[in-house]
């Protein structure tokens, strides 16, 4: 069975663990804090990072190259675009929000979400106002200007759309939701994504872990 090393929560795993669900695969849990100093975890992911797909005598590493190996090796439902400028777009969303708006959301929900359970700190009011005011607006008009009204980016869930969502996932934890006043597209989307069940499924373990209600 395969195993994906990780803890409920990340970004990155979530996606793994929903595609894993949305194929229909069978996988095992193996609890892993990233960056934990564990230099046994080191000998399978070099870098520390989470997740880590270990399947036998297999073993892959970061949720982007995770996620394409799931798509080839199980095709069916095909959760990635097949023309060739959609699957650019894809990737590009891909890139753009494991990277940039992963950084802002996770920033929220690492300031009012981990500073005060984890390690008994106060949030920085001051830079999570940065954030939400000055750094992640022009992400989300150049997100709103893209996303449809209605459905999802390319007609039929696939990964593009569940990474533009996952990082806002995040900052929901944290008390920070879209504006959906301003950003009616982006909101209806990510409310559209969080009511695919395979996604719900995985938020509603990701709820029990953190002790919320969704």
């Known amino acids: 069975m395969i195993k994906i090393h990780g803890v409920h929560g990340s970004p990155f795993v ?15 849990i193996v609890p892993q804090m990233p960056f934990s100093g564990s230099e046994e975890y080191k000998k399978i992911n070099p870098l520390g990072k989470i997740p880590t797909l270990v ?6 590493c970061d949720s982007k190259v995770i996620c394409r ?3 080839a090796a199980y095709p069916e439902p095909s959760l990635y675009p097949t023309d060739a400028k959609e699957r650019a777009t894809a990737d590009w969303y891909e890139e ?7 950084e ?3 920033g929220i929900f690492f300031q009012r979400f981990m500073r005060p359970r984890v390690f008994k700190q106060e949030p920085d009011e001051e830079l999570i106002e940065k954030i939400v005011t000055k750094q992640l607006p022009p992400m989300l008009d150049y997100l709103e200007a893209r996303v449809p009204a209605d459905g999802f980016v390319f007609g039929e869930f696939t990964m593009a759309d569940l990474s533009i969502v996952s990082p806002f996932i995040n900052a929901s934890y944290a008390g920070y939701t879209v504006d ?3 950003w009616p597209k982006l909101a209806g989307l990510i409310a559209r994504v969080r009511e695919v069940p395979e ?9 029990k872990t953190f002790g919320k209600a969704r």
């Open 14 to 28: 979530r996606k793994v663990f929903i595609m894993l669900a949305m194929k229909g695969v069978d996988y095992e």
């Open 55 to 60: 399947d036998g005598d297999f073993t892959l």
């Open 69 to 71: 190996y799931l798509e």
């Open 96 to 102: 753009l929000s494991g990277t940039t708006i992963t």
């Open 104 to 106: 802002l959301a996770t």
């Open 180 to 182: 959906a006043a301003v």
């Open 199 to 207: 996604v719900e499924g995985v938020l509603d373990a990701e709820a």
